[in-house]
C-alpha cells in the first residue's frame, strides 16, 4: 500500500481527489490501518501543533509505518509551505533512511509555482499575496529556501531538477506546470523521501504507480441535498465574496459575535450564540457561519477562535442533525470532526482540484472539504442557489 501523510484535512483531501481523479482506490483515516490496495490517506493536524509537538507526532507516524512495513510514502505538505514542513521531512527522512527529500509544491491547477527558487501566485510574490498576512503561518518571503528553515537538511533550490538531482538534503527544485512535475517524479528513487503538492502527489502516482491509474475519470455526482451548514472558518478574500453574495441571495449566516472574540469570554455568551445558530438552521434549513473579516490579536487566538467555532457547529450537529457539512480550512474542519469523534471517511467525488466530498462512515454525514483559499466550486453554489457568485 502507498500512505499518503497530510499535515492538514483539506490537505489529505486534496491527496483523496487525485486518487478519485485517477481511479486509484483510496481510504481516507485519522488513524494508521493496513489496506489490501491502493492509496491510504492519513490526515493528521500537526500544522496546528508547536514545532516540537509536531516532530514527536510525526516521528511517532513514521516509527509505525516502518514497523508495519510500509515503503511508499508520500508527505502532502502545504502548497505554499506553511506549517513545520522541513522539521517533518527531516524527521520522516530519518526514520526512513533516506538522505534525500524530493520536495515540490508547485500546483498547476490553482497557478502556484516555482520559478528561479521563488514561489509565485498567479505571478504575484508569495509574500506579497494574502499568504503574507497568514495569522500562524505570514509568509516573510517568496525565497523558498528562507521559508523552509530545516533543522540540520541542506536546501537546494533556485534550478530544475536536472541541475539538482542527486543532491543530499531537501532538494525542491523549479516547476511551471503539470509536465515538469512529471519529469521530476520521474527522478525518485529508494534512496529519495517525495514531498509536495497535491499535484505533485498525482505526476508521483502517474510516473511511478501507472498500473493503479484507471483512464482519467470524474466520479458519478451525487447531488447535495437536505440541511446543510457551511462552516467558513478561513479569512481569504473567497472567503468574504462568496459570504457576500450569499447575504444578497437572502442565505442565512452567522458571524462570531465580536464578544466571542477575545481572550476571556462569558460562558452564557457562547451559550447564546450556540442557540442563535440552532435557530438560523432550524428555521431556514441551510445555514453559513463564518469568524467574520474582523482579525484579532491575542495570545494562541487562532486556536481559541477554532474551538469556540468548533463547540457552535457542534453543537448544532448535534441538536439539529445535518445532512451536509461543508468546512473551509483545515484547522477547523479538523476541530470539528474530532470534536464529533469521526475517523473513517469514504472519498466520494472531488468537486474541483483540492475540493473533496466524503461520507462519514458511522453517520452516513457528506462532509466538503476546502483550502481556505480556494473557491467554492459549482456544486456549493447550486446548493445555496447563489447563481451570480464569483470570486
Known amino acids: 500500500m502507498i500512505v499518503a501523510i497530510a499535515d492538514d484535512i483539506t490537505g489529505a483531501a486534496e491527496i483523496a481527489g487525485a486518487c478519485l481523479r485517477l481511479g486509484v482506490p483510496v481510504s481516507f483515516s485519522l488513524d494508521i490501518h493496513p489496506i489490501d490496495?491502493?492509496?491510504?490517506?492519513?490526515?493528521?493536524?500537526?500544522?496546528?501543533?508547536g514545532v516540537e509537538e509536531a516532530i514527536v507526532e510525526t516521528r511517532n507516524i513514521a516509527n509505525r509505518l516502518f514497523e508495519l512495513g510500509v515503503k511508499d510514502v508520500f508527505k502532502k505538505t502545504d502548497s505554499v509551505l506553511r506549517g513545520h514542513v522541513a522539521q517533518e521531512l527531516e524527521t520522516l527522512a530519518g526514520v526512513f533512511g533516506r538522505e534525500k527529500v524530493l520536495l515540490s509544491p508547485t500546483n498547476p491547477?490553482?497557478?502556484?509555482?516555482?520559478?528561479?527558487?521563488?514561489?509565485y501566485v498567479k505571478d504575484v510574490p508569495l509574500d506579497m499575496t494574502d499568504f503574507g498576512d497568514d495569522p500562524e503561518f505570514p509568509a516573510f518571503t517568496s525565497s523558498v529556501k528562507e521559508l523552509l528553515r530545516p533543522l540540520s537538511m541542506?536546501?537546494?533550490?533556485?534550478?530544475?531538477?536536472e541541475a539538482l538531482v542527486g543532491s543530499r538534503g531537501i532538494t525542491l527544485p523549479d516547476a511551471l506546470d503539470m509536465g515538469e512535475l512529471m519529469g521530476i517524479a520521474q527522478e525518485i528513487d529508494e534512496d529519495i523521501f517525495p514531498a509536495g503538492s497535491g499535484a505533485f502527489f498525482e505526476a508521483f502516482l502517474r510516473v511511478k504507480f501507472s498500473h493503479l491509474c484507471a483512464t482519467d475519470k470524474k466520479s458519478s455526482p451525487k447531488p447535495l441535498e437536505g440541511k446543510g451548514i457551511l462552516v467558513a472558518g478561513s479569512n481569504h478574500f473567497q472567503t468574504h465574496a462568496f459570504i457576500k453574495n450569499a447575504i444578497n441571495h437572502g442565505?442565512?449566516?452567522?458571524?462570531?459575535?465580536?464578544?466571542?472574540?477575545?481572550?476571556?469570554?462569558?460562558?452564557?455568551?457562547?451559550?447564546?450564540?450556540?442557540?442563535?445558530?440552532?435557530?438560523?438552521?432550524?428555521?431556514?434549513?441551510?445555514l453559513i457561519i463564518t469568524l467574520g473579516k474582523i482579525q484579532v490579536r491575542f495570545d494562541n487566538c487562532a486556536n481559541v477562535l477554532k474551538e469556540r467555532m468548533a463547540q457552535t457547529v457542534v453543537a448544532?450537529?448535534?441538536?439539529e442533525g445535518v445532512d451536509e457539512l461543508m468546512v473551509s480550512g483545515g484547522a477547523t474542519v479538523f476541530a470539528i470532526i474530532s470534536r464529533l469523534n469521526w475517523r473513517e471517511f469514504i472519498p466520494?467525488?472531488?468537486?474541483?482540484?483540492?475540493?473533496?466530498?466524503?461520507?462519514?462512515?458511522?453517520?452516513?454525514?457528506?462532509?466538503?472539504?476546502?483550502?481556505?483559499?480556494?473557491?467554492?466550486?459549482?456544486?456549493?453554489?447550486?446548493?445555496?442557489?447563489?447563481?451570480?457568485?464569483?470570486?
Not at 541542506?154 to 531538477?161: E, L, Q, R
Open 109 to 119: 491547477y490553482t497557478d502556484r509555482r516555482v520559478a528561479k527558487g521563488k514561489y
Open 316 to 319: 448544532a450537529i448535534q441538536e
Open 348 to 391: 466520494l467525488e472531488e468537486l474541483s482540484p483540492g475540493v473533496v466530498r466524503l461520507k462519514e462512515e458511522s453517520t452516513g454525514c457528506y462532509l466538503t472539504i476546502k483550502p481556505g483559499s480556494y473557491n467554492w466550486p459549482e456544486e456549493i453554489i447550486e446548493f445555496f442557489d447563489i447563481s451570480c457568485y464569483n470570486a
Open 251 to 286: 442565505i442565512k449566516v452567522s458571524e462570531m459575535p465580536r464578544m466571542l472574540k477575545i481572550q476571556e469570554i462569558h460562558a452564557s455568551k457562547m451559550a447564546e450564540w450556540k442557540e442563535d445558530v440552532q435557530f438560523l438552521l432550524r428555521s431556514s434549513n441551510k
Open 37 to 49: 490496495k491502493g492509496v491510504l490517506v492519513l490526515a493528521t493536524d500537526t500544522r496546528s501543533l
Open 154 to 161: 541542506k536546501v537546494h533550490a533556485g534550478n530544475g531538477i
